[in-house]
């Protein structure tokens, strides 16, 4: 295998394209001299070249060579007596586990999984993605915003323009007229930040200091794209949180947060499935027998990119030979991954804009094993062709020209089990993030065990119970277009998703349309009656609380006010403070009047009689949903305080409605619907506490 990489690599005398980089041929350890990969009970080649000699464009390829690689694999695991791996002197069969599949994206793996589930495989896809947040340009936009709102603070403002993003040299950052400049712009920045937003600001501080052309950036495009992704996420928040301070609290936050181990998942690997990799999360680890599939790909629009930062000629051709450097060196990773066979994929590579012709130049050389084989040069295909062939000559490379058939796997898989690690003890947050269900959690009374049923009719009180389909309900409700014919395709990608059977799918789209056509009010009022411009899904908001949150005094002001809270137990949790967030299923205008909507898709009963005034005031006491109502009530309170002109809760406060979905059906009675309006008083206090 070794021997195999040094000859593909001698090709050119400095294949990694730097000088300061030389190739040095590997030798190969001792402890892997015996071992040995039969197919078809006979010695193969460590590398395998499978080869197209008929120009293709970028996309082609891929999907001719991801069926080499499936149909390959498919034919190694199809026959278990004859294709064999020799390891420490004992013989066994090929296992699914002994193969690693190296890509570059998770659009590559899925790809792949998807062929291989055609054929009856199964795999694992593993990947290492970066948080955008902690990346060393979030931090630099943190002490640069911090700075701005602190411009008295001589620590921070130095902080900032010691930042890469602003410095050019530092021999002049302490000078006096450099620092006032800067100071002036900063005090700018600042009444444009008040004016547009935070991402003008960011935008405007890139081109005054000029950015793209300091040593950090120009050469590194993904660092200004890093930048510019950045200021929208903040924007995007801005949009929620309009105090600057508790903005900037919050992006502090983000960055110097633990990455949450509750969300990371382990998998318990069975023989029986073939594992997937991208080449970075690679490094270091070594496989039996690896597959590169897309080992031609290239980035086509790194020039396209480049021209929007600058049009000197130079850094273009810089930052083009960096980058090839940097994906010779990724190939090299790549292919010293397997320790007994590698198999890659090339093909002809054309411009996709240009017709095919006979003497049409490659752009092959522009992948980093397309520059080895036509050795930097953009060949014809007569040439590709000579070099292919000189390559099959070779003792330790095996050239495939022609196309494999796939073999189906007979034998069936196993799911992949699941558990996640949950941390005993987590440290304090800059900001406490709370919700609803969180403020509840302790305050939940247990749900009564229904016996199972037997399903006579189809209908929205039998439909699956559980949170996975209440999920997809509300998926489906945020997806459709309310005054327009209920699209199919949603619900059936939906029901795919959470995997609903497929039988339920024309008692769900009429489900889903009684819903929409289901009268709210005495007027007959729907959600098809409104239009776009009426309606927001899914209203994320942001509530901050400036003083610690004392259950006690909640207690007393809810329970004063609101009749539900009355009958309700008393809430218990520490005293809080920081963030209370959440999401509103729908707020809608009326007559000039603003609604919160939220879908309930409780099971009360297997008859619409379970659905009456009664059983629904006991579930909103059960679940606590009187607090829910609360919050949300304060949530749009705040907004329309801000957006509206003249606001007054009289006049522009609607109330809120809890739709009890599997209530709702042909029949149009009113038992589905519960609607409140809470008291000013109350909301009025609950803000100012908050």
Known sequence: MNNAINTLFKRKKNPFCLKKINFTPTMSSNCHTNNKILIQSQEIKPLYIFTNTKKQKLHEYKKWSAEQCVNSISRWLYDNKNNLIIMKNILRPIKANDITILVNNKYEAEIIKKKLRKLNIQSIFYSKKKNIYKTEEAKEILYIFRAILNLENKKKFH???????????????????????????FNKYKILWQKIGIFAVLWNIIKDFNTYNKKKYSSDINKINNLLYIGQLIEKKSKYIFDKYELIAWFKNKIFEKNNIKNKKKYIINDNYINISTIHMSKGSEYL??????????????????KLITNNKNIEKKTKKKQIAENLRLLYVALTRSILHCSISIAPIIQSKHKYKKNRILESHKSALGYLIQKKKDDTIAEFKKNIKKLSNDPYIHVHKNKIEPKKILQTYYKIKKYSYIKEKKKKNYINVLSYSKLCVKNKVIKKKYKNEIIIKKNNHTFPKGKNSGLMLHKILKKITFNKKIDTIIIKKEMKKYNIDKHWFKNLKKWIKYIVNYPLNEENFSLTQLKKNDYIKEMEFYIPIKNKLKCEIINKIIQKFDKFSKKSETMNFKK????????????????????????????????DCHYKKKNIYKKIIQYRYDIQYQIYSIALHRYLKNKIQKYSFEKHFGGIYFLFIRAVNKKKKKNAIFYTLPKKKLIQKLNNLF
């Open 159 to 185: 902080a900032a323009i010691a930042t890469n993003i602003i410095t050019k040299n530092f021999e002049k950052l302490y000078n006096f007229n450099q620092t006032e400049k800067i100071l002036k712009k």
């Open 576 to 607: 809080t403070k920081g963030l209370l967030i959440g999401y509103i299923d729908l707020i809608f205008k009326f007559k000039n009047k603003y609604y919160i909507l939220d879908y309930k898709s409780n099971w009360l009963g297997s008859e």
């Open 289 to 306: 027998i690896t597959w590169i599939p897309f080992a031609m790909n290239y980035n086509k629009t790194w020039t396209k990119n480049n």
